[in-house]
């Protein structure tokens, strides 16, 4: 009978490492380039990231690439360094007849990737974000049509519910206001998606009559971090129910 039970036990211990292997056997990402990561899959903690894109939109501004990032894994996340350091941007200004598309300065670059929370039990619970200082110049009030934006952000969304997951980010507007956003809100869990890491995001646009203001950023790098929940699991619930009613029988109410 001992025997027995020990074959069992040494079974459902075997079961149970394949299972975990097969959960959280990943590989671990590693430091590097950001264009060595761009069509790659790796896990930080339990969340497996597939890193499907680098975004750059630029006017009249030189474009950036994968190359020009460099990422360093975190316990909880992530960090992107831009190489080329601090970054400024100032509206063009233009006499009439004025030309919108050549007024704009600015530029977008981002990390794009679809992710899986690899323990069963867990889904992201938070997001956090952690960079550089952003601010701008000024603008007179009697510049109706100048704009200035100093921000980095990132986002998890789910799927299934494309409207719903977690948002972040910190930013700068006209005139002069820099506030650290935290909005969202997931509906079912989310324990996959898709997201997207923005480490700096600049424009500048003038009134068309003079260059005013202007978007900075100090070079310092973006840490992207995310914290992780307990998954209410109804399967796993029943399932201690249904085990407790089976011990009902052997159980004695002392009076």
Not at 4 to 15: E, I, N, W
Not at 104 to 116: I, K, N, P, R, S
Not at 237 to 250: Q, R, V, Y
Request: charged share 10%; with cysteine.
């Amino acid at each position: 009978m001992a025997a027995k039970l020990l074959k069992v036990l040494f079974l459902c211990v075997v079961s149970f490492l394949c299972c975990c292997s097969l959960a959280w056997g990943g590989e671990v990402c590693v430091a590097g380039p950001v264009s060595g990561l761009i069509g790659t899959t790796c896990d930080i903690g339990v969340v497996e990231f597939t890193f499907t894109q680098f975004n750059d939109q630029a006017v009249n501004m030189p474009s950036w690439s994968a190359s020009d990032f460099s990422f360093i894994p975190l316990s909880n996340g992530f960090t992107l360094t831009f190489d080329g350091g601090p970054q400024t941007t100032v509206g063009k200004a233009a006499p009439p007849p004025w030309n919108p598309s050549y007024l704009d300065v600015g530029e977008t670059a981002g990390l794009d990737f679809t992710f899986q929370v690899t323990n069963p039990g867990l889904q992201i619970g938070s997001l956090g974000i952690a960079g550089g200082a952003l601010s701008m110049g000024t603008h007179p009030w009697s510049s109706l049509f100048g704009e200035d934006i100093a921000e980095y952000s990132w986002d998890m969304l789910s799927t299934s519910w494309p409207s719903s997951g977690l948002w972040v980010w910190d930013e700068c507007i006209l005139p002069n206001y820099c506030p650290t956003y935290t909005a969202g809100s997931h509906f079912p869990p989310l324990t996959s998606g898709i997201g997207s890491a923005v480490p700096l995001e600049l424009w500048s646009v003038a009134d068309g009559v003079a260059a005013y203001g202007g978007a900075s950023w100090d070079g310092a790098p973006t840490n992207f971090t995310f914290s992780t929940a307990t998954v209410p699991e109804p399967g796993t619930m029943l399932l201690f129910s249904t085990m407790m009613l089976g011990f009902a029988p052997f159980l004695r109410v002392k009076r």
